[in-house]
């Protein structure tokens, strides 16, 4: 039997009316408006199209967007000083820097100078610690996005065997946390890990969050487990013939072979259209999410881990 697709972005598209309803009603209940700050250092091209892409969702939900685009040579103390400036704002209840940051720049130092009530990466080293100890946390975005699609598609995780292969700050390990906090058996698998097709083999659910253009394989996949693809790779598609600049077109791609995933697991994501459209949805929602906390307010529900 064909898998059963999971559909990121329709999902993403009905998490962003949830708070754009929510955005609704604090405005109108509370005279609140929930604010995302985004600090984009230098002209990096991916990460001004990510910014824009952020910019514009944040204000279709009806919140208010303050972007701070700073020269690539801006120095650590004046980045540091606009993340106190942006702390001590009220009208900012997420504030998000755009990794990666240029060299000259410490990206531990720059995240944990951001207040973590505010800290809608969930990245700063508190956030990530009450994750690890099972206290409320603003949570990380892609994984988040990950948990709630799986949540959507089994109901309860209780019990299931999962592999996240990949062990980044930013996706793997807190994607493992929150497999642990639904009480998944959790492998992390990494590029050390001897044979991760055994484990794979095993397992219930496999996110692959790795940076390898479809490095997993069908005959990794147990029949009818869920594929969890995080991987966003560009590959050449000659298929496609070639571009004006006279270089071959390229496609994006996952770290998991689509085809032959899907012919055996029970449900897979598709890239695109799967777990990318999630992640900035999940950022609108931890901006909700931290608006409510900040003025003591319910939290909206679904939307959180
Ligand atoms: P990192 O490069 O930080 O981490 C990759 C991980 O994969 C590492 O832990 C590494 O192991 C592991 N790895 C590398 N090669 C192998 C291998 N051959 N076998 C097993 N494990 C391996 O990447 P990220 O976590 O930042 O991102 C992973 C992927 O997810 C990328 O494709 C990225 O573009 C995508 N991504 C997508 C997002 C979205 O919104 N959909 C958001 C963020 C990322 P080790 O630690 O041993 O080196």
């Known amino acids: 039997m064909a898998a059963t697709i999971i559909d990121g972005k329709g999902f993403a598209g009905t998490i962003r009316e949830q708070v754009a309803g929510h955005v609704a009603r604090l405005k ?8 995302l700050a985004v600090v984009l250092v230098g002209e990096d091209p991916a990460s001004q199209v990510y910014v824009r892409s952020k910019g514009k969702q944040t204000v279709e939900c009806g919140m208010a967007s303050f972007e701070h685009k700073l020269e690539a040579d801006t120095s650590e103390a004046d980045l540091l000083a606009l993340i106190a400036r942006l702390n001590a704002d009220p009208a900012v209840h997420g504030i ?17 100078a951001i207040d973590p009530a ?15 100890t099972g206290q409320k946390s603003m949570v990380p975005c892609t994984p988040l996005g990950c948990l709630m699609l799986l949540r959507a598609h089994h109901g ?16 793997g390990k807190p994607m493992a946390q929150l497999l642990l906090g639904d009480s998944c058996t959790v492998t ?10 055994e484990l794979c083999r095993r ?22 487990a869920t594929v969890i693809d995080v991987g966003i790779n560009r590959i050449d598609a000659p298929e496609k013939g070639t571009g004006e600049d006279g270089r ?9 072979e689509y085809d032959s995933c899907a012919a055996v697991a029970g449900a897979i994501t ?36």
């Open 28 to 35: 109108e209940d509370h005279g609140l408006t929930p604010g």
């Open 96 to 112: 998000l820097v755009q990794l990666p940051l240029p060299g000259h720049l410490d990206e531990d130092l720059v995240i944990n």
């Open 118 to 132: 505010k800290d809608v990466d969930g990245f700063h080293i508190s956030n990530v610690g009450l994750l690890a």
């Open 156 to 171: 309860r995780l209780s019990g299931m065997n999962a592999v996240v292969i990949g062990r980044s700050n930013i996706v």
């Open 188 to 197: 992390i698998a990494h590029s050390r890990t001897r044979d991760i097709q």
């Open 203 to 224: 397992a219930d659910i496999v996110v692959a969050a790795v940076g390898r253009a479809e490095m997993v394989t069908g005959d990794w996949i147990k029949p009818g």
């Open 248 to 256: 071959v077109k390229t496609r994006l791609v996952g770290d998991c």
């Open 270 to 305: 598709p890239v695109p259209g799967g777990v990318g459209p999630m992640t900035i949805a999940c950022l609108l929602a931890n901006t909700v999410t931290a608006c409510c906390r900040a003025n003591g307010l319910a939290e909206p529900e679904g939307l959180t881990a």
